[in-house]
C-alpha cells in the first residue's frame, strides 16, 4: 500500500511496525525491538549493539544460547543472530583478553532511534557507537547503523571503524552470525561459494560433505570450525531448510571481510551454525601473526562495512 492509503487506514503506523526502547527486567540490560510487519528482532545496546533474535513471519531463525539474555557484564557467549568480536581479540582469550573480544560486551553510547517515511519507505533505524580504549593504548571506535523497512524481509548492518589513536592497530574484526532452530534441524544445508576448504583444528581440507548438511542433534558432539577460503567480491551466503520454509541470507563484500570461518554446533542443547565473515581467522592475534595475514587499522584510517541479512522465502 502507498502511504496515503496506509494513514488512511491506520490510526498510527505502531500498529504495524516500530522501534521501541525497553528494558529487559531480569538483567537490567537495555533493549530495542523492531517489528517491521515481516520481521521481528531485538538489538542489544548494552551487548555491542548485537542482535540477539531474529524472527520471520513469526518464526525463529537465529540461536539463543542457555543462559539466554543474561546480565550485561557476563563475559559467556550469548548467540544471538550475530554477536561483533574484535576489536583486540577474535578465538580463545589470550594475553588477558577476552575470548572473541571487548566489543560484544561493551555497551553503546550515543543511541539513537528514529521511524520516518522515506519517500515511500517507512524507515526503521538504530544508531549508536561503541569505544575499546585505553589511556596509553588504543582507541577504536565502531559507528553502527541498523536499519529496515515496512514490510521488507531484510535488515541492513552498516558500521564504520576507526583508529582514533596515535599507533597503528591490528585489526581484527568478525560477524558471529548464528542460525538456530527451527530453521536449523537435520538436513538444512549451508550454501556457501565453493572455494577451498580447511579444518580450523587440523589445518587440512576437508570434503563439502563434512559441511554442507546439518546433521540431527547429538549428545555431547564436539564443534567443528572451517576455514573457507577463495571467496571474492560480493558474497552471497545462504542456509536453507530442508522440505521448504524461509531460508537466512547473508551478503557482504569479500574486499572489506576476506576470512568466512563456519562454526558447526550438533551439540544437544547447544545446536547452531555459525556463518562468520571477517577480517582475520579464529585463532586470535598471535595465530594470525603465525599465518602472517595480520591486517592493520593505521592512525585515523576508517574502513566501512556492510551487511545484509534477509530471510528468503
Not at 149 to 175: C, I, K, R, W
Not at 181 to 190: K, M
Not at 295 to 304: C, D, N, R, T, Y
Request: hydrophobic content about 35%; overall charge neutral; charged content about 20%.
Amino acid at each position: 500500500m502507498k502511504r496515503m492509503e496506509l494513514w488512511r487506514a491506520v490510526g498510527s503506523m505502531e500498529q504495524l511496525a516500530y522501534v521501541r526502547e525497553v528494558r529487559d527486567l531480569a538483567s537490567g540490560q537495555r533493549l530495542v525491538e523492531v517489528e517491521n510487519g515481516r520481521l521481528r528482532f531485538t538489538v542489544l545496546p548494552d551487548r555491542g549493539l548485537d542482535i540477539a533474535s531474529l524472527r520471520f513471519d513469526g518464526k525463529n531463525m537465529s540461536f539463543m544460547a542457555k543462559a539466554g539474555l543474561q546480565h550485561e557484564k557476563s563475559t559467556d557467549i550469548l548467540g544471538g543472530l550475530f554477536f561483533t568480536c574484535g576489536p583486540d581479540n577474535v578465538g580463545p582469550a589470550e594475553n588477558g583478553l577476552p575470548m572473541h573480544g571487548s566489543f560484544r560486551n561493551t555497551s553503546a553510547e550515543h543511541l539513537g532511534t528514529e521511524a520516518f517515511w522515506r519517500d515511500s519507505q517507512y524507515v526503521l533505524r538504530i544508531r549508536g557507537s561503541l569505544r575499546c580504549a585505553t589511556l596509553f593504548g588504543s582507541n577504536i571506535a565502531l559507528r553502527r547503523t541498523i536499519e529496515t523497512v515496512y514490510g521488507s524481509p531484510s535488515l541492513t548492518v552498516q558500521d564504520e571503524l576507526v583508529n582514533e589513536g596515535f599507533a597503528p592497530h591490528p585489526l581484527m574484526l568478525l560477524y558471529h552470525i548464528n542460525a538456530g532452530f527451527p530453521l536449523l534441524r537435520e538436513g538444512t544445508r549451508a550454501e556457501i561459494p565453493y572455494g577451498a576448504v580447511f579444518s580450523r583444528d587440523t589445518g587440512r581440507p576437508v570434503p563439502n560433505e563434512a559441511w554442507e548438511t546439518m546433521p540431527a542433534p547429538q549428545d555431547n558432539a564436539p564443534e567443528q570450525v572451517y576455514y573457507h577460503e577463495g571467496l571474492t567480491g560480493e558474497v552471497r551466503l545462504r542456509v536453507r531448510p530442508p522440505a521448504g520454509g524461509a531460508a537466512l541470507v547473508v551478503r557482504y563484500s569479500a574486499d572489506s571481510l576476506p576470512v568466512l570461518t563456519q562454526w558447526i554446533s550438533p551439540a544437544s542443547g547447544a545446536y547452531a551454525m555459525g556463518l562468520e565473515p571477517g577480517t582475520c581467522h579464529v585463532q586470535g592475534l598471535s595465530g594470525e601473526k603465525k599465518r602472517r595475514t595480520v591486517q592493520i587499522l593505521a592512525p585515523g584510517e576508517h574502513k566501512s562495512i556492510r551487511l545484509v541479512i534477509e530471510a528468503e522465502p
